[in-house]
């Protein structure tokens, strides 16, 4: 209480020293305000904070919401400064005490009571900070919106409070930071409040099974906030609800979470990671019980939920419970034992291994995949791969890439292509910080590097998980239960492979969360999941992991360049054998930056309403289209019906058009980033074929795009950086 009233005192001496005005003394007192309270039973500020009262000395009063501290402008006297005994909050803020542009704090104030107009923060932000004043108990995260107000900061309070982080179907993703619109220890325990209240619904045997949460090396120091601080919080939420916790006690790549959900028959999984997004993010996914992503409808009620309790239960913020706790197991040792010993049943030459003299590079780029993929290649009898030493270990500040994305092409990739040029390595893998995701890039006769895109590392998975798969599997018969899943906007090629061997291959919505549910459903149905993949970099190589997984495609990729190097061929070269036997698929894909919602809206608008309303596009350029499918309308105009076979979602901007010379193109919006991206490819039927000229008909036909579609001058639209 003596902190407090040093506070009261403070503030009355600002308020002694403020320049009032030249009509104005102000005269500070204190003693029990006789105004109605300024804040309701639940804490919430109550409008008009200007209010004038009846009495012999009528007045007006200008309450802080924040502090229940009021500056009263009597009419006869002047200024002064009530304050009640209880308090609110712990120290004073001064939201409303802010200059304007014209007169002072206070003599602005003054001059508004009559009018009865309050401050210039609206009644939703002056809730959220009131409430955030009253819940936060991270130091640094509350003193910055102390900071915030007491500046007057409207705009930077708008961007952390304007609207809370949508829960997807993707979890959450955003800046780390104080605010309910920022990742950090409040929303983290919300977040986890709800979701434990949700699977406390779903699930009646939930006390019993429990949950597993494991994080990468993600941190903010400025915010107090890291991966490993939110897992912790997350796992005394449930623990101090009666649930068991599987908490990993280091960081690990996220595949790990979904093995172990199906590993142990879990509930559902948390992953706080932001894969590999810029180094302030950071973000929480999160599985369901059958160990894949979840998918609407659970979203929106899990989104409810949080709504629904918001204020930290009890123990919240005492994570020092879960120490000892019986509740709290440590899987890190025996399911990471498992999972490798589930992976070397995908090595199908461990013969070739032990003897092979391909040389490997291998980047974490500041992530967890280090130990992880070293541990790989020795299940595999591999000579594990040499590290780029500046990226091996973990560091949130990402200090040698600008994005920590192996997605990006060879501006991640520098410091790999040095320290493979220097050791003579041939073969490149790097895995994004959270390792689910892999690229790979091998080196040319002519000396420069190749970057395998998304599609063609796909294309070479496919052909040779089906090819050791039929090695092992000669009955015909087998291949009626032999299933391949790409997402819609992937390359078609594991579609041709399939037409020409036999096996089954179905298209899904973008994403792991649909490819990893159907996954499992194909499972349950006794069907054989051999490979899934999307155009970025993700690999779903074994089906005990039903989300893409880049440590299992690392080391499965190098045991096919192994194999590939017996035969005295490269991966560039067998990729070409895979065109030539199942056709060329050429294929193009990047991207737009672009901040603002409504600009988005108005650009797909504009595609829908085209030529007069509610009319496609002919034409793009000189290119004739034949076919459109708008999954957000769920309108596609190849069907007898005219609605869209796949799901649709109004939440998320997709069309795809289909061009009369077989090219198909995507543009759709990013769920986690602000990119418009879209997706192209050009396909030829098996045999003879020009691929240069395939290549310069897609170029010409994405650049028709971009310039009528896109129309990024209009829009002001920020290309990617090459």
Not at 138 to 160: D, F, W
Not at 685 to 692: K, V
Request: glycine share 6%; aromatic share 10%.
């Amino acid at each position: 209480m003596s902190d407090q009233c040093d506070s009261v005192k403070e503030r009355q001496n600002e308020i002694k020293n403020m320049s009032i005005g030249p009509d104005l003394r102000a005269r500070v007192e204190t003693g029990n305000r006789d105004t109605d309270p300024v804040l309701d039973s639940r804490g919430t500020p109550k409008r008009p904070w200007l209010s004038k009262h009846s009495g012999a000395s009528p007045r007006a009063v200008a309450c802080d919401p924040l502090t229940r501290l009021s500056v009263a402008v009597r009419r006869d006297k002047g200024p002064c400064l009530t304050a009640t005994a209880s308090f609110t909050h712990q120290s004073w803020t001064s939201s409303f005490f802010r200059r304007r542009e014209s007169g002072s704090r206070v003599g602005a104030a003054a001059a508004a009571a009559p009018g009865g107009s309050g401050p210039s923060m609206d009644a939703r932000l002056d809730q959220e900070t009131a409430q955030w004043l009253r819940w936060d108990k991270n130091p640094l995260t509350l003193e910055s919106v102390k900071q915030l107000i007491a500046e007057g900061n409207k705009e930077e309070l708008q961007k952390c409070f304007g609207s809370r982080m949508e829960f997807g179907t993707a979890g959450l993703r955003a800046a780390m930071g104080a605010g309910i619109a920022r990742m950090n220890d409040l929303t983290i325990i919300q977040t986890t409040q709800g979701f434990c209240r949700y699977l406390e619904r779903q699930f009646s045997d939930l006390k019993q099974r429990g949950v597993v949460i494991s994080f990468d090396a993600r941190a903010h120091p400025a915010s107090g906030g890291s991966s490993r601080r939110f897992a912790r919080l997350a796992a005394t939420t449930f623990i101090t609800q009666g649930i068991p916790v599987y908490l990993f006690s280091d960081i690990t790549p996220t595949p790990l979470v979904p093995y172990t959900v199906s590993h142990l028959k879990l509930c559902a999984g948390i992953m706080v990671t932001a894969s590999h997004n810029p180094k302030q993010d950071n973000g929480y996914k999160v599985y369901w019980d059958n160990g894949a992503q979840i998918t609407p409808p659970h979203d929106k009620g899990i989104s409810q939920a949080i709504e629904d309790n918001l204020e930290p239960w009890p123990q919240a913020w005492d994570d020092s419970v879960i120490n000892g706790s019986p509740l709290l197991h440590d899987p890190s040792a025996s399911v990471t034992k498992d999972y490798y010993e589930d992976l070397k049943k995908y090595c199908f030459h461990r013969s070739v291994n032990r003897e092979s003299k391909v040389k490997f590079v291998h980047t974490s780029v500041h992530g967890v995949g280090h130990t992880f993929v070293q541990s790989a290649f020795r299940a595999f009898d591999l000579v594990p791969p040499e590290a780029v030493p500046e990226q091996k270990d973990p560091d949130p500040a990402f200090p040698t890439v600008k994005y920590p994305n192996p997605e990006e092409g060879k501006g991640v990739l520098t410091l790999s292509f040095a320290l493979a040029d220097k050791i003579k390595a041939k073969v490149i893998l790097a895995n994004d910080p959270d390792a689910d995701r892999l690229a790979v890039a091998e080196k040319q006769d002519s000396g420069e590097w190749r970057v395998f895109s998304g599609n063609e590392l796909g294309a070479l998975l496919g052909w040779w998980l089906f090819t050791s798969w039929k090695e092992k599997n000669q009955d015909p018969s087998a291949l009626k239960d032999i299933y391949m899943l790409s997402s819609t906007v992937s390359s078609k090629i594991l579609r041709a492979i399939a037409l020409k061997e036999g096996f089954h291959f179905e298209e899904t919505l973008t994403g792991f969360k649909w490819m990893g549910n159907r996954a499992k459903q194909l499972i349950d149905q006794g069907k054989n999941v051999l490979f899934a993949f999307e155009e970025a970099i993700g690999y779903m190589c074994c089906p005990f992991v039903l989300d893409k997984d880049g440590v299992s495609a690392a080391v499965i990729s190098a045991e096919m360049a192994s194999f590939l190097a017996t035969k005295n061929l490269s991966l560039s070269q067998q990729l070409k054998a895979i065109y030539v036997e199942y056709g060329y698929h050429i294929t193009k894909a990047s991207y737009f930056i672009c901040h603002d919602q409504d600009t988005i809206k108005k650009l797909f608008e504009n595609l829908r309403n085209y030529d007069g309303k509610n009319n496609y596009p002919k034409t793009c350029g000189r290119f004739e289209i034949s076919g459109i499918r708008d999954l957000t309308t769920g309108y596609d105009d190849s069907q007898p019906d005219k609605k869209a076979v796949l799901p649709t979602s109004k939440s998320s901007q997709m069309i795809t058009f289909t061009f009369a010379n077989g090219g198909v193109a995507t543009m759709r919006t990013s769920g986690t980033e602000p990119k418009i991206k879209y997706y192209s490819e050009l396909c030829a039927p098996p045999g003879d074929c020009d691929p240069e000229q395939l290549k310069k008909e897609l170029n010409e036909l994405v650049t028709a795009i971009e310039e009528h579609f896109f129309q990024p001058q209009k829009y002001n639209l920020q290309a990617k950086a090459e």
